[in-house]
Antibody, heavy 122, light 110 residues
Framework: QITLKESGPTLVKPTQTLTLTCTFS??????????VGWIRQPPGKALEWLAL???????RYSPSLKRRLTITKDTSKNQVVLTMTNMDPVDTATYYC??????????????WGQGTLVTVPS | QSALTQPASVSGSPGQSIAISCTGT?????????VSWYQQHPGKAPKLIIH???NRPSGVSNRFSGSKSGNTASLTISGLLAEDEADYYC??????????FGGGTKLTVL
């Protein structure tokens, strides 16, 4: 059974850097073609794809947020970390991490964490 | 990259079939067979219901089906049930080697 859980601060001040950790179990990020991604959703709004890291350390970033994002992995700890710099109130959202099993031919996120709400006050 | 275009809302009666469109460009939906669909109930994480345009993950009802024509992908739900009332999102691989979501569609079962 695959599980993922996001952790990090619930409140971040404007201009600060957000660091979120995704801790997962049930799969290995050293398995060929497996990835873990981050997606966010502002309250009442649509999903937004942020970043993805693959087993081979291939990293992909949303073009509109690329300058602010860094994604890393620690395979031994089964964790993926996302940092986002220069936080702004518009970054207030629920942040999800999710599993991408391209090793099984699934080019989609088949397992998701519960999400963590991050608020940036104005 | 711009979000994929989905209708804001669709509705249908129990037992009916509905379709939700997801329109992009030749740089995303039209260029790759890597479209996924997600179902999201209020307060819950999204659930993958279709991947690679038309494939259902194990355990997903066969009432859900996906297709693509040109730059538009579609999700069809047949035999609508009350439990299908949710938000639905598409996503697609893009020529930037990244992914983009649609704006989401709220399905109301009348």
């Amino acid at each position: 059974q695959i599980t993922l859980k996001e952790s990090g601060p619930t409140l971040v001040k404007p201009t600060q850097t957000l660091t979120l950790t995704c801790t997962f179990s049930g799969f290995s990020l050293s398995t060929t073609a497996v990835g873990v991604g981050w997606i966010r959703q502002p309250p009442g709004k649509a999903l937004e794809w942020l970043a993805l890291i693959y087993w081979n350390d291939d990293k992909r970033y949303s073009p509109s947020l690329k300058r602010r994002l860094t994604i890393t992995k620690d395979t031994s700890k089964n964790q993926v970390v996302l940092t986002m710099t220069n936080m702004d109130p518009v970054d207030t959202a629920t942040y999800y991490c999710a599993h991408r099993p391209e090793d099984r031919g699934i080019r989609g996120f088949d397992s998701w964490g519960q999400g963590t709400l991050v608020t940036v006050p104005s | 990259q711009s979000a994929l275009t989905q209708p804001a809302s669709v509705s249908g009666s129990p037992g009916q079939s509905i379709a939700i469109s997801c329109t992009g460009t030749s740089s995303d939906v039209g260029g790759y067979n890597y479209v996924s669909w997600y179902q999201q109930h209020p307060g819950k994480a999204p659930k993958l219901i279709i991947h690679d345009v038309s494939n259902r993950p194990s355990g997903v009802s066969n009432r859900f089906s996906g297709s693509k024509s040109g730059n538009t992908a579609s999700l069809t739900i047949s035999g609508l049930l009350a439990e299908d009332e949710a938000d639905y999102y598409c996503d697609s691989y893009t020529s930037s080697s990244t992914w983009v979501f649609g704006g989401g569609t709220k399905l109301t079962v009348l």
